[in-house]
């Protein structure tokens, strides 16, 4: 049985050649080689709208090592790389590899729309022949059309497919000029933003002072922790985490924190990433000294009014939840399950 592990400590290990197609593993999280394939992906494919930085993946993969086996599988064309696999394989477990959400928390391989086939063919063949059995894509967009070609490929290649419980994703289509519409569905909203208007003293905006970022995550954290006892940044190891996310992604210019300011008191506060057309919503907390103002449905309103206007992204997407404010701004739901591919028992 071959595990990410057990591939070695080497920059990039090559395993078959389809077509000129060829298979490589990254499988280091300390190497420069993760920072130097992420990277090239990005800038030699065109039709991938992803945009990242090293400095972020990096530390992603970083966190990841302590909990399971990472490995990213990389299809490359002639030594371009044409698709990026991320993958996890669980400690203990020697049958099953996981895919690794990165981004968000829906899983979003990085594939080059003109080698689609090619490289998702590929990458079932590379995962059986390591010799593993179960394949956890969990929460997979199923209008994808990659996922259409995994499912199909993997009906060719003999596995069964489970498709969990289909549940919705909400996110919020921006489209310029339809603001009013928005508005005028949503009467809550509209009090809210009467409100923020009305208010000299409250003041929308994102943080600028990259030098000191701990200011606004201690308010975070703070705040979040007080309100949520099942809160996962009770772990100071996921605490941290965010934190070193959150200093290369605003570095970058990639991720930004969104404040509600009460006479220049902080009262409301909003992580975002920004990849591609997309800001995604990571959380947010509020001071619940301050719950009178309904500060949580006011900044969030104040970002939305200004992202309609100026057009500057085409998606807010809330990420998989079920809390109903995410519900409330959303104005379309992505269908989501978790998707399970298994080697039949026959053929093992």
Not at 129 to 156: F, H, P, V
Not at 241 to 255: E, I, L, Q
Request: include cysteine.
């Amino acid at each position: 049985m071959i595990t990410p592990r057990s591939l070695g400590k080497l920059d990039t290990t090559s395993m078959g050649n389809s077509n000129c197609y060829s298979v490589k593993f990254i499988n280091d999280v300390s190497d420069v080689a993760i920072l130097k394939w992420w990277h090239n992906l990005w800038a030699c494919s065109p039709n991938v709208s992803h945009t990242a930085h090293p400095e972020f993946v990096e530390e992603v993969y970083r966190f990841l090592d302590r909990h399971v086996e990472p490995l990213l599988i990389i299809i490359t064309l002639k030594d371009r790389p044409v698709a990026i696999f991320p993958m996890a394989a669980p400690f203990g477990q020697i049958s099953t590899i996981e895919a690794a959400p990165l981004f968000t928390d829906y899983w979003d391989p990085l594939i080059d729309a003109n080698h689609l086939n090619s490289s998702i063919a590929l990458w079932i063949e590379t995962i059986l022949e390591l010799g593993y059995s179960e394949i956890r894509l969990g929460l997979a967009k199923l209008r994808a059309s990659w996922l259409k070609r995994i499912i199909e490929l993997s009906e060719k290649a003999n596995l069964n497919i489970l498709i969990g419980k289909i549940v919705g994703y909400p996110r919020l289509r921006l489209e310029n000029g339809q603001w009013s519409n928005y508005l005028n569905d949503r009467k809550r909203l509209k009090r809210a933003l009467t409100k923020f208007e009305k208010r000299r003293d409250l003041k929308a905006h994102w943080w600028t002072v990259e030098s000191d970022l701990d200011t606004p995550l201690d308010f975070f954290f703070t705040h979040h922790l007080k309100r949520f006892t099942t809160s996962p940044y009770h772990c100071s190891e996921r605490r941290d985490f965010v934190r070193n996310v959150f200093r290369s992604a605003v570095k970058s210019g990639f991720a930004g924190i969104h404040m509600l300011s009460l006479k220049e008191l902080t009262v409301a506060i909003g992580l975002w990433f920004f990849n591609g057309n997309t800001r995604y919503f990571l959380n947010g907390a509020w001071d619940s000294n301050y719950s009178y103002l309904g500060a949580g449905i006011l900044l969030h309103t104040a970002m939305i009014k200004a992202s309609f206007e100026q057009g500057d992204f085409g998606t807010l997407d809330y990420m998989y939840g079920r809390e109903p404010y995410k519900f409330f701004f959303a104005n379309e739901e992505i269908e989501v399950a978790k998707i399970t591919l298994k080697v039949r028992r026959d053929l093992q």
